[in-house]
């Protein structure tokens, strides 16, 4: 497991942007996949977007594809997700994960405390 601190979140106006970081102090940052989630108030956590430890292959989720992107910079052990275009629904907490590509939970195995986004109308 690696230790992910977050930050970056806030509240902004629909149509707005944000950019997420996901910073880790461990050298084994490159060796792993990054996802990014996300949990609504009241709703189970989903998943929104994942990079593979090289950044050749991505997921997003159909609700933010063409509004967010996800990046990586291996040297600075950070990883990124760009949200453009926020929605009131893209209102959650945003919460950062490293493990296996994938899209489910279960493929990751350390969490970020998360950080709130909140998008008003």
């Known amino acids: 497991q690696v230790q992910l601190v977050e930050s970056g979140g806030g509240l902004v106006q629909a149509g707005g942007s944000l950019r997420l970081s996901c910073a880790t102090p461990?050298?084994?940052?490159?060796?792993?996949?990054m996802g990014w989630f996300r949990q609504a108030p009241g709703k189970e956590r989903e998943f929104v977007a994942a990079i593979r430890w090289s950044g050749g292959s991505i997921y997003y989720a159909d609700s933010v594809k063409g509004r967010f992107s996800i990046s990586r910079d291996n040297a600075k052990n950070t990883a990124y997700l760009q949200m453009n275009s926020l929605k009131p629904e893209d209102t959650a907490v945003y919460f950062c994960a490293a493990g296996y590509f994938g899209k489910r939970s279960d493929d990751y195995d350390s969490w970020g405390q998360g950080t709130q986004v909140t998008v008003s109308s």
């Open positions: 461990g050298r084994t940052f490159s060796r792993y996949a």
